[in-house]
């Protein structure tokens, strides 16, 4: 029976260790997929963003990330104040030429060959996971930028009802930690709390945290063992 829990444990921290892994290595497209538990329904009238990269290359994802936070700040500094969708919608195509201008002077100062182009229009959208509801694909108004020839993995939200600035503040967010040390967080970001100050959280995945401790338990847990074996022998 000991054995079985052993191996119970090597295997869930195995389980960790690969998730882990995978997450390390594919885009790091994590902030909009934090909302929590409540998250609310997004109305099929909604406005998004979508930001499309040039390509699955790492220089390529990681730009189209930096640009996303560039957009977002900006776009979410200009409809702090908007109530309905028209308003929204106006907006949005107001700041074409800004968002433009904003993505094509980032990938020029990090040396990208590319331009990007922007639009406000009805643009395809793949299935989406927001908390635990899972949005259908389908074609809905957006703002849309697309990187170069557009044609890596992309990252979307919904800017109005304003789900990603919903998903920065109301996430499963954590405060920065020492618990976990090994593996770094999905993502780290800065949040201001209703008292005005900034906070630090970090963006985790319990599956890996504990899984890695499972796997360090379980090591542990099999050293002794052995050694237990071999002073007996």
Not at 47 to 54: D, G, M, V
Not at 135 to 143: E, F, H, I, S, V
Not at 198 to 210: E, F, I, M, P, W
Request: net charge positive; proline share 6%; with cysteine.
């Amino acid at each position: 029976m000991r054995w079985i829990v052993v191996l119970m444990l090597i295997a869930m921290g195995s389980f960790g260790y690969m998730s882990q892994a995978k997450s390390q290595n594919a885009p790091m497209n994590t902030v909009d997929a934090f909302v929590g538990p409540n998250a609310a329904v997004i109305p099929s009238d909604a406005l998004r963003l979508r930001i499309i990269a040039n390509s699955n290359s790492p220089a390529d994802q990681n730009v189209k990330q930096q640009i996303r936070d560039e957009v977002i700040n900006l776009i979410g500094a200009r409809m702090a104040h908007v109530t309905s969708r028209a308003e929204a919608k106006q907006v949005l195509e107001q700041a074409v030429p800004t968002v433009e201008a904003l993505a094509t002077a980032k990938l020029r100062s990090e040396g990208f060959p590319y331009t990007a182009q922007t639009a406000v229009t009805p643009t395809a959208f793949p299935a989406k996971l927001y908390g635990n509801r899972v949005y259908p694909a389908g074609t809905y108004m957006a703002l849309r930028v697309i990187l170069g020839r557009g044609a890596g993995q992309n990252w979307w939200c919904v800017l109005f009802p304003p789900l990603c600035f919903v998903a920065l503040a109301d996430g499963d967010a954590v405060a920065a930690t020492q618990s976990f040390p090994d593996y770094p967080p999905l993502a780290v970001t800065h949040i201001l709390q209703p008292n005005g100050k900034t906070a630090t959280v970090a963006l985790r995945l319990a599956v890996v945290d504990y899984g890695e401790l499972w796997l360090k338990e379980g090591i542990a847990t099999v050293q002794r063992l052995f050694s237990a074996n071999a002073r007996g022998l």
